[in-house]
């Protein structure tokens, strides 16, 4: 079946502009996750759903960032005012959310690439 | 507030032979994971572990989890060139499908 995916691949913007990235997980997965890696770095949580509801999102750095996922299947992560330091790799990753324990294995997405100039 | 870390973060060795990544943690993780990463690629989940003593294999690679130690190590028998990524380890400190805490990753080049 298809995996996670995530649009763009790859965005170029300039310092200040307002951005908007893409996450459709796994058919049937509930919990859908938002993470940032820097080069040369591990994923850093930001922000987690279960269904429709942030779970958690104590990893948001500041107010510019902020996650929905109206449905309960795609969720959009939109960056206001953008800075240079936002550049990274946004991933996106899904799980069953439930079940047995082993549904807590996270699936990542092919993540975007964001780029601030 | 749940700290991981990696060890060694580089490390070089040649085929055939034998390596262990390290994986230490700070507080109670319910479950511990191992992801592969390729340049330029996602992360590639390989194991979850989920209580005390767990060992899992799969091919070269075996993972195994420590709770009372808060220790996890991902051992590599006879390497072969493809097993050449970077390999994070990460924890989850709520229950549930709580986010991960990842190390930073130990970067691995198998050398012919």
């Known amino acids: 079946g298809a995996g996670v995916s995530q649009t763009p691949s790859n965005k170029v913007t300039e310092k200040g502009k307002y951005v908007e990235l893409r996450c459709d997980p796994i058919s049937g997965h509930t919990a859908l996750y938002w993470y940032r890696q820097s080069l040369g770095q591990g994923p850093e949580f930001l922000i987690y759903?279960?269904?429709?509801?942030?779970?958690?999102d104590s990893g948001l750095p500041n107010d510019r960032f902020f996650a929905v996922r109206p449905e309960g299947s795609v969720s959009t992560l939109k960056i206001q005012r953008t800075e240079r330091g936002d550049s990274a790799v946004y991933l996106c990753?899904?799980?069953?959310?439930?079940?047995?324990?082993?549904?807590?294995?996270?699936?990542f997405g092919p993540g975007t690439r964001l780029t601030v100039l | 507030e749940l700290k991981v870390e990696q060890n060694p973060l580089f490390l070089s060795m040649q085929e055939g032979k034998n390596y262990t990544i390290y994986c230490n943690y700070s507080t109670t993780s319910d479950r511990l994971y191992w992801y592969r990463q390729d340049p330029g690629k996602s992360l590639e989940s390989l194991f979850v572990l989920l209580s005390n003593g767990a060992v899992k294999q799969e091919g070269r690679l075996m993972a195994s989890l420590d709770t009372k130690a808060r220790l996890s190590t991902l051992h590599i028998t006879a390497a072969v060139h493809d097993l050449s990524a970077t390999y994070f380890c990460?924890?989850?400190?709520?229950?549930?499908?709580?986010?991960?805490?990842f190390g930073k990753g130990t970067h691995l080049i198998i050398q012919p």
């Open positions: 759903f279960q269904g429709t509801g942030a779970a958690d």
């Open positions: 990460a924890g989850a400190s709520g229950g549930g499908a709580d986010g991960l805490t």
């Open positions: 990753a899904s799980s069953l959310g439930q079940g047995l324990a082993g549904g807590f294995e996270q699936f």
